[in-house]
């Protein structure tokens, strides 16, 4: 059984950062890419970035490119997620999740998903 335990979430002023971390357990991850996601009130869960098994390619969204950064420690099969400049925009649930093999940008295709972290940014 997969399980993904996200943390570092929180509230923080309009320019502040946080690292968001994601640890999963119950299988071997070899080949699985892991990506975060987010869900602000009222609007369908959105790609934020992606990364690769080998941490050899990350991918994000238009709207955190340049502030966000992915990366992963296969040993501690932990991903985090460097939030910097953060905007009120960016306010949301963060979700970690995982699916074998490329990344996909749609949040339907992936099975397993974290609780979720809050993060707040004010203006």
């Known amino acids: 059984q997969v399980q993904l335990v996200e943390s570092g979430g929180g509230s923080v002023p309009a320019g502040g950062s946080l690292r968001l971390s994601c640890a999963a357990s119950g299988r071997t991850f070899s080949n699985y890419a892991m990506s975060w996601f987010r869900q602000a009130p009222g609007k369908t869960r959105e790609f934020v970035a992606a990364?690769?098994?080998?941490?050899?390619?990350?991918y994000y969204a238009d709207s955190v490119k340049g502030r966000f950064t992915i990366s992963r420690d296969n040993a501690k099969n932990t991903v985090y997620l460097q939030m910097n400049t953060l905007k009120p925009e960016d306010t949301a649930v963060y979700y970690c999740?995982?699916?074998?093999?490329?990344?996909?940008?749609?949040?339907?295709?992936?099975?397993?998903w974290g609780q979720g972290t809050q993060v707040t940014v004010s203006s």
């Open positions: 999740t995982t699916k074998i093999g490329q990344y996909s940008t749609n949040w339907y295709v992936h099975r397993y």
């Open positions: 990364i690769s098994w080998s941490a050899g390619s990350t």
